[in-house]
C-alpha cells in the first residue's frame, strides 16, 4: 500500500544541497521532507574532492560563496561534527607566465571580496611551500580556503536535518512530479507525498525533473577523475591547485593524498568510473609538482556522476514556469564548499520569496528563455 504523507515542502535530492536546504528550511519552521534515491550524500557530494575553497570562483559566485564561508566556521554548531575541515589555505599554482598573469588580474578583479590573496613569485613560493619543477613560476594563496572529507560532513546534513524535524527518506527514488492544481504530487515506489513546495536538488539527475516541468536545460554529465595514495609522511599542509585546472590535490592527516583532474567515463546515468588513460596522465604531473609522491603506491581510483552547465555557472533559483519549484543544481563539481551557502539562500527564498545574496546569474530563465527561442 502506497503510503500517503502532507508536507510544505519536499526536496528532491539528498545530496548536500538538498540537506542543507531541508537543515535551513527547518531553522526556519517550516515542514520539510528529503527523497533520496539511494543513501544521503553518497553521489557527487560524497565522492568530490573535499576542497573548501572560494578562490577561483566567479565574482557572480562569491557573494554566495563567502555566505557559505561563514558557516563552514560554525560546523559543529550547525551539523554536529566538523568532519575533518581545516581552514588550511588554498594555493593555485602557475607553470607559465601567462597562467600568473591570469592569477594576478583575478587578485585584481577580486581585491575587495574578502579573499586576501596573496600572490608569490617563483623563488617566494618554492621558499614557502614544498612544490618542485622548473615550471612552476609563481601562485595565489588564499590562507582561510580548507578542505574536509566529504563522505563524513554530506550525510552529516542529511543527519542534522533529521534531528531538528525533517522527513528524511533514503532508497526512495521519485517516479514522477505532477501538479494537481492545488498542490505538487511526489510519488516514489512506496509514497505519495503533496506539498506547496518542490526543491529540485537533484544533481546530475536535476536536468530531467527541470525538463519534466517544462524547463529543460543544456546539462550534461561530468565525471571527475579521482584517486587517493597510501599513506605518506605530512608534508602538504594545504590544498593545490593549478592555473588551468590540469591537477589538484591534498593530504589528509592520516598521511594520504587525494588528488583529481581530467575526465572521467560515464557507465550509464547512475555509474561512473576512472579512465585508465587520465590516471597515467595525472602521475606524472603530480610527481612533478610534488617530488615526494616519486615512489607513492596508488591504492584507489573512482569517480562519480556530476551536472555541468555551458556557462559554468549553477542554476539556484525558483522556476519560471511553475510557482512553488525551486531548482539548486549543476554545480560542475564545485559545489561542496557552496553548499550550506546555498542551503540558507534556497530556505531563505522560499520562505520570504527573496535571496538577500545575490543569485540573479544563476537563474533556470537563462536557459529557458533561449530554447523558447531556438
Same mark, same amino acid.
Given at each position: 500500500m502506497v503510503k500517503q504523507l502532507a508536507t510544505e515542502v519536499v526536496v528532491i535530492g539528498g545530496g548536500i544541497m538538498g540537506a542543507s536546504t531541508a537543515l535551513f528550511l527547518r531553522k526556519r519552521g517550516i515542514q520539510v521532507v528529503v527523497v533520496e534515491r539511494d543513501l544521503c550524500g553518497s553521489r557527487s557530494s560524497g565522492v568530490n574532492f573535499g576542497g573548501v575553497r572560494r578562490q577561483g570562483r566567479s565574482l557572480a559566485m562569491l557573494p554566495l560563496s563567502q555566505r557559505s564561508h561563514q558557516h563552514w566556521g560554525r560546523l559543529t554548531e550547525l551539523i554536529g561534527t566538523?568532519?575533518?575541515?581545516?581552514?588550511?589555505?588554498?594555493?593555485?599554482?602557475?607553470?607559465?607566465?601567462?597562467?600568473?598573469?591570469?592569477?594576478?588580474?583575478?587578485?585584481?578583479?577580486?581585491?575587495?571580496?574578502?579573499?586576501?590573496?596573496?600572490?608569490?613569485?617563483?623563488a617566494e613560493l618554492h621558499k614557502r611551500f614544498p612544490v618542485g619543477g622548473a615550471k612552476v613560476v609563481g601562485g595565489s594563496f588564499c590562507p582561510d580556503d580548507g578542505q574536509a572529507n566529504p563522505r563524513l560532513l554530506s550525510p552529516a546534513f542529511a543527519t542534522?536535518?533529521?534531528?531538528?524535524?525533517?522527513?528524511?527518506?533514503?532508497?526512495?527514488?521519485?517516479?514522477?512530479?505532477?501538479?494537481?492544481?492545488?498542490?505538487?504530487?511526489?510519488?516514489?515506489?512506496?509514497?505519495?507525498?503533496?506539498?506547496?513546495?518542490?526543491?529540485?536538488?537533484?544533481?546530475?539527475? *536535476?536536468?530531467? +525533473? =527541470?525538463?519534466?516541468?517544462?524547463?529543460?536545460? %543544456?546539462?550534461?554529465?561530468?565525471?571527475? #577523475?579521482?584517486g587517493v595514495t597510501e599513506p605518506l609522511p605530512f608534508f602538504l599542509h594545504w590544498s593545490l591547485g593549478v592555473e588551468g585546472g590540469s591537477i589538484y590535490c591534498r593530504q589528509v592527516r592520516r598521511g594520504n593524498v587525494v588528488f583529481g583532474g581530467g575526465p572521467g567515463l560515464v557507465l550509464d546515468d547512475t555509474r561512473a568510473r576512472n579512465r585508465h588513460t587520465t590516471v597515467w596522465a595525472q602521475l606524472p604531473q603530480l610527481v612533478e609538482l610534488l617530488p615526494q609522491l616519486k615512489n607513492a603506491q596508488l591504492i584507489r581510483t573512482w569517480s562519480g556522476n556530476e551536472g555541468a552547465l555551458p556557462d559554468h555557472e549553477p542554476i539556484i533559483s525558483a522556476s519560471s514556469r511553475l510557482a512553488g519549484?525551486?531548482? *539548486?543544481?549543476? +554545480? =560542475?563539481?564545485?559545489?561542496?564548499?557552496?553548499? %550550506?551557502?546555498?542551503?540558507?539562500?534556497? #530556505?531563505?527564498?522560499?520562505?520570504?520569496?527573496?535571496?538577500?545574496?545575490?543569485?540573479?546569474?544563476?537563474?533556470?530563465?537563462?536557459f529557458t528563455d533561449l530554447a523558447c527561442s531556438t
Open positions: 566538523e568532519a575533518e575541515y581545516e581552514r588550511s589555505g588554498h594555493f593555485k599554482i602557475a607553470r607559465s607566465q601567462a597562467d600568473m598573469e591570469s592569477l594576478v588580474r583575478y587578485a585584481e578583479k577580486t581585491r575587495d571580496c574578502g579573499l586576501d590573496l596573496q600572490l608569490l613569485d617563483g542534522a536535518a533529521a534531528r531538528a524535524g525533517a522527513q528524511v527518506f533514503e532508497h526512495s527514488p521519485v517516479l514522477d512530479v505532477a501538479h494537481n492544481g492545488q498542490r505538487f504530487v511526489v510519488r516514489t515506489p512506496e509514497m505519495e507525498i503533496r506539498a506547496n513546495v518542490v526543491v529540485n536538488a537533484a544533481g546530475a539527475w *536535476a536536468g530531467q +525533473f =527541470a525538463e519534466q516541468c517544462g524547463e529543460p536545460v %543544456p546539462m550534461r554529465i561530468r565525471p571527475p #577523475a579521482m519549484l525551486y531548482h *539548486a543544481f549543476g +554545480f =560542475a563539481g564545485g559545489g561542496f564548499q557552496l553548499g %550550506p551557502g546555498v542551503g540558507d539562500v534556497m #530556505a531563505e527564498l522560499i520562505a520570504q520569496g527573496r535571496s538577500s545574496t545575490p543569485i540573479d546569474a544563476f537563474r533556470i530563465d537563462r
